[in-house]
Every structure is written in structure tokens, then in C-alpha cells.
């Protein structure tokens, strides 16, 4: 089992940038891979970026493809969303997620640990 712990959130303005931190402990994490997801009020979480145990695959969401980018240090057991270009609809909490199975997912299923996650408020 690994436990997560998310950081970086707040509010930005659009436009703005923020960076989401998400530390692991537990597991040993080079050896699994990680995503992160969002939920807005009202709505379903929704998947955001994945990335592989050692940073070869990146995939994500159309809605944030060009403007977010995660990335990881496994020497510090962290993965990262850097967040720029923010507009209003990326308000959401935001959450990483630890996936222990092979392959690319954007199904919240197929993750096995969620950290609590952060809020990310954009304003107009």
C-alpha cells in the first residue's frame, strides 16, 4: 500500500500557473506508475495525466494536453503536475492516484491508492 499526500494547490487567476506535488511513501515508487485526476462540484472525477514508473509514457486529458505536464523524481518519491495557461474550468480538487498494474489507464479503477487531494480554484 502506498500513502499519498498532494500540495501546491490554491487560487490563481487565469492565465496563472500553479504546481502540484504529490508525495509517496510506502511502496517503493520507481516501482509503480502514476496518475492524476480531478472532480469538480457537482461533476465525476475525471482523469487529468499519467505517467510511467520511469517517466518513458506520458498521457493526457485533451483539455489539458499543451498546457499541463507531469513529470517525477523518484529520488524524492514525488510526482508533479505543473499547471499553466489556467482558465476557470480547471477549478477542481485534485488528486494522485498510484497505479501498481502495467499500461496506460485513465480508468479511476484500475488505480489502487488516492491521495486526499488539493484544491485548485481559478478565477475569471
Known amino acids: 500500500q502506498v500513502q499519498l499526500v498532494e500540495s501546491g494547490g490554491g487560487l490563481v487567476q487565469a492565465g496563472g500557473s500553479l504546481r502540484l506535488s504529490c508525495a509517496a511513501s510506502?511502496?517503493?515508487?520507481?516501482?509503480?506508475?502514476m496518475g492524476w485526476f480531478r472532480q469538480a462540484p457537482g461533476k465525476e472525477r475525471e482523469f487529468v495525466a499519467f505517467?510511467?514508473?520511469?517517466?518513458?509514457?506520458?498521457y493526457y486529458a485533451d483539455s489539458v494536453k499543451g498546457r499541463f505536464t507531469i513529470s517525477r523524481d523518484n529520488a524524492k518519491n514525488t510526482v508533479y503536475l505543473q499547471m499553466n495557461s489556467l482558465k476557470p474550468e480547471d477549478t477542481a480538487v485534485y488528486y494522485c492516484?498510484?497505479?501498481?498494474?502495467?499500461?496506460?489507464?485513465?480508468?479511476?479503477?484500475?488505480?489502487?491508492?488516492w491521495g486526499q487531494g488539493t484544491q485548485v480554484t481559478v478565477s475569471s
Open positions: 492516484a498510484a497505479r501498481y498494474g502495467l499500461g496506460t489507464s485513465i480508468r479511476l479503477d484500475d488505480y489502487n491508492d
Open positions: 510506502g511502496r517503493t515508487f520507481s516501482s509503480y506508475a
Open positions: 505517467i510511467s514508473w520511469r517517466s518513458a509514457n506520458t
